[in-house]
């Protein structure tokens, strides 16, 4: 009996080993910007273990400071949304550079500077304008728009219109 409980024992111990705590302790603490999800750390090398273990070390050494930055995220506000759960990261602290240099203003064309000298503006015209009789928004301009001559198939021409009068011009005389 004993040499079972001795087994099991022995079993978990040896799966505890092939996971690392989540508690690390440092000499220094590390600066923590979740916004950015950034860790410095300004704790000093062991140049033994460095020249010895490359490889192990560093590994051993970004473990270490990644599982200190995953648990001050969890210490965030955390919600779960559609199984997934997800974390609200507070403003960055740390500002980070621009990779490129911020571009310089282009210099005006010849157009730019006769306009601005002449004090012309530009001024856009409305593409679509509120047609009052439909009461939707039509076009200003083109097909089917605003006020449309051309919609009005027969036209009835007035008594004071003349024999070679025009559709255009009966309809200039019915309008104003």
Known sequence: M???VENVLSEARKKEEKFKTIEVHKDIDLEIDEGNLLACDHNPLDVKKLKSDKEGYLKKLARDNAQLLFNKIWQVPVKRVDEVIIAKLPEPKTVLPREKKIPKPKPPTKWEQYSQLKGIQNKKKARKVWDEESKEWKPAWGYKRVNDTNKEWVLEVPQNAGI?????????????
Do not use: Q, R, S
Not at 164 to 176: E, N, Q, R, S
């Open 164 to 176: 070679l009068t025009t559709c255009h011009a009966v309809i200039k005389l019915c309008v104003y």
């Open 2 to 4: 004993e040499d079972l």
